[in-house]
């Protein structure tokens, strides 16, 4: 039977998007593995959003919260606000207290990747708060750590991502993921889903 990672994501202007494609091709790499990607709700107004600029949403299907107890691990992509994860991230995980009440996430493996607009915006503090969800949902967060080897400490460029998952800088909005961070994107989802295929019972 084949192992179902899910990445979901939320992206307002594009980059995190970006980024669930190639962790979406990392995932889809490792046999026995079938990826589906989602974005979650969105809770701003086409007038808002318009007025902020933002691009018309991607193709990638809306989940609601019960979609994710199918899958046996998750990747979550978001965008920082303040060093936190986005509000509609926030309110999609705030919607799925009927799957905590049943503890039909415990044991799932579930990883991060996320977009700030600087160097200081949130890189690590971004995912490490929001590893607070996960864990009372029980699941288990898969870092990527310092697998990615040597492109982790390249100092030539600017790049985003930690050993917390892939992430990127999107500056104004004009700055786009670089190709160093759309392989460590790659990366983290063949990663994981190696892992969530070894937790299932397979062999990665």
Do not use: C, N
């Not at 992430?167 to 700055?175: L, P």
């Not at 190709?179 to 019972?201: P, S, T």
């Amino acid at each position: 039977m084949a192992v179902k990672v899910y990445v979901v994501f939320y992206s307002t202007y594009g980059h995190v998007a970006k980024l669930a494609e190639e962790i979406k091709k990392g995932a889809a790499s490792v046999e026995g593995v079938e990826v589906k990607i989602w974005q979650v709700p969105e809770t701003l107004s086409e007038e808002v959003l318009g007025k902020m600029g933002a691009p018309p949403k991607p193709d990638a299907p809306i989940i609601t919260p019960q979609e994710l107890a199918e899958a046996d691990g998750i990747l979550f992509g978001f965008p920082t606000r303040f060093g936190m994860m986005a509000a509609q991230m926030k309110a999609f995980f705030d919607a799925t207290g009927g799957l905590w009440r049943e503890q039909s996430l415990a044991g799932k493996p579930a990883g991060i990747f996320f977009s700030t607009g600087t160097q200081g915006g949130g890189q690590e503090t971004t995912p490490l708060t929001a590893v607070t969800q996960l864990t009372h949902h029980g699941m288990v967060f898969v870092p990527v750590g310092y697998t990615f080897g040597a492109k982790m400490f390249g100092m030539d460029s600017v790049q985003g991502g930690s050993p917390y998952g892939a992430g990127t800088f999107a500056g104004d909005g004009s700055r786009w993921p670089t190709e160093v961070e759309l392989e460590h994107a790659f990366h983290q989802g063949k990663y994981f889903a190696g892992i969530a295929k070894r937790l299932k019972g397979g062999s990665a």
